[in-house]
């Protein structure tokens, strides 16, 4: 148990280009896993080692997690790294979801921003303690009190200060740790050596303000410390304890501050990760019990308990699949057999490994906590793995629905069993990408989170998978959804010779509440027999895949069924189906159906000095600007804006603004497509069906 | 649904000879910290949003989201007292009528919000009757502030509503009536309201109405919990 004390599963999460990758690299040079130092974009051309796809070495982003391990004074810590761009979020999530708590990378100059914000909301939902690092404190601008502020206002953060700068921008060259009240410089080559010394005495007034400040908030989770604080004997184990109560407690956020590239302030992070974030065993995971309804069950991170683990990544490895899991429960051998409990199919434990960016370490056994790889394993992202004494799964992840779509065909032969192996590879990866067969044009499509989402995987294709593929033109995923109530009453009969089919079947379709299917049986006396009630229910699922109005999906439906007769010969299930089918198509359009289309929470950031251009865009693609933000000289601006009208704004932005405002966009709500453009988009449609009938 | 004039703490307002603040002009609501003006000054944009009004709230305190979601709570004090049931109703109003500009660090000063509001009036043609200003420093801000928020209540045809904190503490107040820190500015100022509270709830009064002080009937009493106005009492 106490090996397991001493793990710590984290992620680093941030705005992009805050420098997570950086901070990585260092802390792996740090911990002995690697012995030199690349930079994201440097100048050797190796790009840093958690980068391992090409891809992302040549973008200089981090595009799919990697997991890594290292050891810190005792400690094991499994680190992943995730992508900071918002197309790539259920990497994010991924990560989030596996991990016990997180470093939030801040940027001195760029202090919180839109990214931030929303990495936070998901770090908020899966219940993830952190720390923060306000890392380029060396850079010109460099602001990390400003930062501190905003992660008080924007975020509500109990942020509270564990260190304070020696010097700023070009003049940083340490920090005071605000619990030992000592200065730390970082020598030597690459900042390895950590001389601790006296604070510079024109900073100890300071200090000794900001260690007030800090006392004041930890001791609010610790009586020992207040009770020292009043006594004077405030020692520095009581405050690591106080700061690690409310850490654990999401109550308080550590700040630590550094600049990654000049090698400041890393090795102080690691300490606050071994002093502050949770052991496997201090966070309460669930699974869902499936032999009892679903039933939420608590996992103990016992060794010695059946296994319970989950499949949260899996990669192409030119060895075959690779894929990273995090063991809540019991331990692992190799040559064990585990069950998937969504399929129900054994597998043994071949290879075991321990994952080290893109190198490996072989291991013969892995226990609860540990995040470990296994090697030759047909699962799919969020598979749970059991002994098969269990039927448990762990709470499924939040998964997005996609909201742009394109098609792609390959350019030959050889690039079309290529695209295949790459789509049906990235299916299994990535849970918001999604492929299929255009049945009427037979073109293949493939739908994800935003253009950059899908321009990563078709370069994917390209270079891991030698499949040239041609794209269209970007499409908007538009629901359809009922606007009122409309009642059906339908037989479906035909008895002419032979067996007959016979169903009838009535009721009412309205809008439900929220945007989900709901199916309501009221039928009484058993005139619809309650074997065939799944059948009708199964009839007006398959008309929700394509709406009568343009044929998008339907969403937000709620049917009742009240009546129905039934034929004690000619009945049947495929009748009763068939019979909803009608019912569908009969009540439907009377039940004013209109066609909504995704709207994306977009956020612009910005020097000030361009808010009226950054208005003016938003306005002109049918974007609600819901607030505007001013910090410093920067102007964040936050709207809702129909993703139709986003495509190619990257492009738009740059030139409104000089290249120097960014934006961010993720998927928000559905709304209703306003009624001109409803018309335009049917006439589009309509046009395109012509033109693929045309020989 | 009820009617949200028979609640709303503008009701007070019925004391005044205006029986409003009018554009071009300033109001203001002092009190101690945590009495509840923000809640009051939100209660006031409700009064406009309610009359289909567009506002601007201005935060110099608070990010946006945070100001939204003070909206929401009391939007749910309001749809129980109101017995409001149409969710999606306010929140169209919402997304139509209100605009949040928030300044944090120290970033606000005139010449920006006079830009935003050109712009939110040039680039998105939204013209705003009110703007909400909470978290003004009244104790360190110029006169010159509320000489150009008067300024620019008259060259954007506004009424400005702000929030003004005082302190147990500091018991000064000027010939007329008018506690600090809005002691010295009562001349720009055309509403003063104080909200005062008591063991008994929390009341609103009016001390100042346009050119008038002194006046007769000028108290008000809100709930404690919903900041909305409950019976009128003389002083």
Redesign the interface.
């Known amino acids: 148990m106490n090996e397991i004390l001493n793990v710590r599963n984290i992620g680093i999460s941030a705005h992009i280009d805050s420098g997570k990758t950086t901070l990585t690299e260092r802390i792996l040079y740090y911990t002995k896993r690697i012995f030199a130092i690349h930079e994201v974009k440097g100048k050797d051309g190796v790009g840093a080692t958690m980068d391992s796809m090409e891809l992302e070495r040549e973008r200089g982003i981090t595009i799919a997690s990697a997991a890594t391990h290292c050891e810190w004074k005792g400690h094991r810590v499994n680190i992943i790294d995730t992508p900071g761009h918002v197309d790539f979020t259920i990497e994010v999530e991924r990560a989030l979801r596996v991990m016990d708590g997180a470093v939030l990378i801040l940027c001195s100059v760029g202090g919180v921003q839109s990214q931030s914000?929303t990495v936070d909301r998901q770090m908020n939902r899966y219940e993830v303690p952190r720390i923060a690092f306000i890392n380029k404190c060396d850079r010109s601008g460099a602001d990390p009190y400003?930062v501190v502020?905003?992660l008080r206002?924007?975020l509500?953060h109990n942020a509270v200060l564990m260190q304070i700068p020696i010097g700023l921008e070009a003049d940083f060259r340490g920090v005071v740790d605000l619990v030992s009240m000592k200065a730390l410089y970082f020598e030597g080559t690459h900042g390895d050596d950590v001389r601790v010394g006296a604070i510079p005495e024109s900073m100890k007034e300071e200090a000794t303000a900001k260690r007030e400040e800090l006392l004041d908030a930890a001791s609010m989770f610790s009586d020992e410390l207040m009770e020292a604080i009043f006594e004077d004997s405030v020692t520095e184990e009581r405050i690591h304890d106080a700061v690690r109560k409310g850490t654990l407690s999401r109550m308080l956020t550590p700040v630590f501050l550094g600049s990654a590239y000049k090698n400041i302030g890393v090795q102080p992070v690691l300490d606050g990760v071994n002093q502050y974030l949770p052991s496997p065993a201090d966070v309460e995971n669930r699974a869902l019990d499936l032999d009892r309804d679903e039933a939420e069950v608590s996992l103990e991170t016992d060794p010695a308990l059946p296994v319970v683990a989950l499949a949260f990544k899996l990669e192409v490895t030119p060895y075959g699949q690779l894929t990273y899991l995090r063991i809540y429960q019991g331990a692992l051998k190799k040559g064990y057999d585990l069950i998937i409990t969504r399929t129900g199919k054994k597998i043994k434990v071949g290879r075991l490994v321990r994952m080290h960016a893109d190198q490996m370490e072989d291991l013969t056994s892995a226990q609860a906590g540990d995040i470990i790889a296994l090697f030759g394993v047909e699962c799919y992202s969020g598979d749970t793995f059991t002994d098969g004494g269990l039927n448990y799964s762990m709470s499924s992840m939040f998964v997005p629905a996609p909201v742009i779509s394109l098609t792609i065909s390959p350019e030959d032969n050889k690039s079309q069993n290529n695209m295949s192996k790459a789509l049906n590879r990235f299916i299994r990866e990535d849970p918001t990408f999604r492929s299929y067969v255009d049945e009427e044009s037979g073109e293949t499509i493939i739908s994800g989170m935003g253009e950059l989402h899908l321009e990563v995987y078709v370069e994917r294709m390209r270079r891991e998978f030698g499949a040239d593929v041609t794209t269209g033109i970007p499409q908007v995923a538009y629901r359809e959804a009922i606007t009122r109530q409309a009642a059906f009453d339908y037989m479906h009969k035909k008895q002419t010779g032979g067996s007959g089919q016979f169903g009838r079947v009535a009721g009412f379709m309205e809008p439900s509440e929220d945007a989900s299917y709901a199916f309501v049986n009221q039928i009484k006396g058993g005139v619809i027999p309650t074997e065939y009630i799944p059948a009708v229910d199964k009839g007006f699922q398959t008309c929700l895949q394509k709406g009568l109005s343009l044929g998008f999906p339907v969403v937000g439906m709620k049917i009742t069924i009240n009546d129905g007769k039934s034929h004690s010969v000619d009945s049947s299930e495929m009748a009763f189906t068939q019979a909803a089918i009608g019912a569908f198509k009969q009540a439907y359009l009377k039940a004013g159906p209109v066609i909504l289309e995704p709207i994306m929470k977009v956020s612009v950031e910005g020097p000030?000095e361009f808010?009226?251009n950054v208005?003016?865009s938003i306005?002109q693609r049918r974007g609600?600007?819901?607030?505007?933000?001013?910090?410093?000289s920067f102007t964040a601006v936050?709207a809702?804006v129909p993703l139709a009208e986003m495509f190619g704004y990257a492009t738009v932005l740059r030139s409104l603004t000089q290249g120097k405002a960014e934006f961010t966009m993720e998927f928000s709500k559905y709304a209703k497509l306003p009624e001109a453009l409803a018309e335009e988009l049917k006439s589009k449609l309509s046009q395109r069906k012509k033109g693929e009938k045309k020989p | 649904m009820k009617d949200f004039d028979s609640i709303s703490p503008l009701k007070i307002l019925e004391k005044s000879s205006n029986r409003a603040l009018g554009a071009g002009h300033l109001g203001v609501l002092v009190a101690r910290a945590g009495v509840g003006k923000t809640a009051c000054l939100i209660h006031i944009a409700f009064d406009k949003i309610f009359r289909r009004e567009r506002l601007v709230h201005i935060s110099l305190e608070e990010g946006p989201e945070k100001v939204a979601s003070y909206y929401d709570v009391i939007y749910t004090d309001l749809s129980k007292a109101l017995d409001l049931r149409e969710d999606d109703a306010y929140r169209f109003l919402m997304e139509r009528n209100r605009m949040i500009l928030a300044y944090l660090n120290q970033s606000f000063d005139m010449t920006r919000l006079e830009t935003s509001l050109t712009n939110l009036r040039e680039r998105l043609d939204f013209r705003p009757r009110t703007l909400i200003i909470d978290g003004l420093d009244f104790e360190h801000a110029e006169r010159q502030v509320f000489e150009g928020l008067r300024e620019m209540a008259e060259a954007f045809e506004v009424e400005i509503w702000l929030s003004a904190l005082s302190h147990r503490h500091i018991t000064e107040v000027n010939e007329r009536g008018i506690p600090y820190p809005c002691h010295r500015l009562d001349d720009i100022l055309s509403i003063i309201i104080q909200l005062q509270p008591e063991p008994s709830g929390i009341y609103l009064k009016l001390l100042k109405d346009h050119d008038r002080y002194d006046i007769p009937e000028n108290r008000m009493k809100l709930d404690p919990h919903t900041f909305l106005a409950l019976d009128v009492t003389s002083q």
């Open positions: 914000i400003k502020d905003q206002q924007k509500n000030s808010q009226g208005m003016g306005n609600l600007i819901t607030s505007s933000t001013e910090d410093g936050e809702e």
